[in-house]
């Protein structure tokens, strides 16, 4: 997802959950604030919140960086579909997010019987570590690899992910809280 703004509220919160549990994975851009505040819905513990990072894997001076990041993608000077049947230069986490979920909905293509949490779970294993060494509150995890993910589960199979959580949302890891 590509929005945000406002505070957290109760009442998202618990339907993210209620969707993670019933097995789905979403995904939304941390934010274009370029503060440590915490955007929503990105920084709910069952969103995949995603940061920006330019050609040369350094992090983007524009976007929200805490303790909610989880993953990095390409976000700078990205060709976008624009209006008008054209195409444009545009930067931003809302130009991140859909990498991550189209490396997720790829790789679980493949993998259709892991959880949304095995599933998560393997994308942070296997993401490519960037800035201070292990997690950070401006790359996350890192910066999400299609191969390695594909790799790990197709050698390892979705227990890679972990094991699965009844509730799911109980598996869920969340930036770095």
Known sequence: MSLGGGGYSELEDFVYDYLYDEGFLVVAAAGNDGNSDKSYPASYKSVISVSAVCSNKKRASFFQYNSQVELSAPGVNLLSTYTSNTYKKLSGTSMACPHVAGVTA??????????????????????????????????????????????????EGCKAGGPVQDPLIDGAIDGCE
């Open 106 to 155: 790829e790789v679980w293509s493949h993998f259709p019987k892991c959880t949304n949490n095995q599933l998560r779970n393997v994308l942070i294993r296997t993401a490519k570590d960037l800035g201070n060494t292990g997690f950070d509150t401006s790359y996350g995890h890192g910066l999400v690899q299609t191969k390695a993910a594909y790799d790990l589960l197709k050698s």
